[in-house]
C-alpha cells in the first residue's frame, strides 16, 4: 500500500484552502450589493444553456441544452431543445409553458402565491439574486477569480421545491453553473455559457399560443 508523505498532505490541504476561501457575512453582503448595482446599470443578460437531471427515477441522467432571456427582475423565456423540447415565458404578470411535441400550452396568472409563483421564483433565482437573502441563507466562498454561493431555504414555499441551491459565480458576476437539490434527493445541474448582456427586444418576453394549440389553465384564471 502506498504512504502519502507528510509533505504532500500539507502542499494538498495548502492548495485547497488558496481555491477556496470561506466569505465572511459582510463580504457576502457586498457581493450581493454588487451584483445587484450591475442588475440595475445592466437588467438584461442571454445565456446558452445545458441542463441535467438526476432522479432516481431515471438509470442515466437527462441531459438537455438551450437557450435563455432573463430581464431583472421577473421577465424570462427559456426554450429547450430536444425530446424534451418547451417554450417557457414569463411577462411578469402571465407564465406560459408550450409544449410544441404535442401543440398543447399551459397558462398561469402570477401573483396569487400559487406553488407556480414559488417556482418562477425559485427559477430566476440563479439569474438574478435579487432581494435573494429574503429567501434564503446565503453563505460563499472565493475560488479562484469567482465565487461560489450557497442558498438554503428560509420560506416553507421554498424549502417545499429543494433543500439547497449552489451556485458558481464568475469574476464578471455571469452564473456559470448551477445546483438545485430537492428534498428527495434528485439533482438539476445547469451550466451556463456564452453569456452576454446586450439588449433584449421587449417581445421576447410575449407570447401568443399558435394557432391550433390546446390551452388549459391548471390553477384557475
Given amino acids: 500500500m502506498r504512504i502519502i508523505s507528510p509533505l504532500l498532505l500539507v502542499l494538498l490541504f495548502v492548495t485547497s484552502v488558496v481555491r477556496a476561501q470561506s466569505l465572511s457575512e459582510a463580504e457576502v453582503k457586498k457581493l450581493l450589493a454588487r451584483i445587484h448595482e450591475l442588475r440595475v446599470k445592466s437588467p438584461q443578460v442571454r445565456a446558452d444553456f445545458q441542463e441535467e437531471k438526476v432522479s432516481h427515477f431515471l438509470n442515466k441522467p437527462l441531459v438537455s441544452t438551450g437557450r ?22 414569463s411577462n411578469g404578470h402571465d407564465f406560459w409553458i408550450y409544449f410544441p411535441n404535442t401543440k398543447s400550452t399551459q ?17 430566476s433565482t440563479a439569474l438574478n439574486l435579487e432581494n435573494v437573502e429574503n429567501m434564503f441563507q446565503v453563505s460563499g466562498s472565493k475560488v479562484g477569480s469567482g465565487y461560489e454561493l450557497q442558498l438554503l431555504p428560509r420560506t416553507l414555499s421554498v424549502k417545499r421545491l429543494f433543500q439547497r441551491f449552489d451556485l458558481r459565480i464568475s469574476s464578471d458576476l455571469f452564473v456559470q453553473h448551477t445546483e438545485m437539490w430537492k428534498q428527495n434527493g434528485d439533482r438539476i445541474v445547469t451550466s451556463y455559457s456564452n453569456q452576454t448582456r446586450a439588449a433584449i427586444p421587449a417581445t421576447t418576453f410575449e407570447f401568443t399560443p399558435p394557432t391550433g394549440a390546446q390551452t388549459t389553465s391548471p390553477f384557475g384564471r
Avoid: Y
Fill in 68 to 89: 435563455v432571456w432573463f430581464q431583472a427582475p421577473n421577465k424570462f423565456r427559456r426554450e429547450m431543445k430536444g425530446s424534451s423540447q418547451t417554450v417557457a415565458v
Fill in 107 to 123: 397558462h398561469f396568472t402570477l401573483g396569487k402565491n400559487s406553488p407556480v409563483d414559488a417556482a418562477i421564483t425559485a427559477m
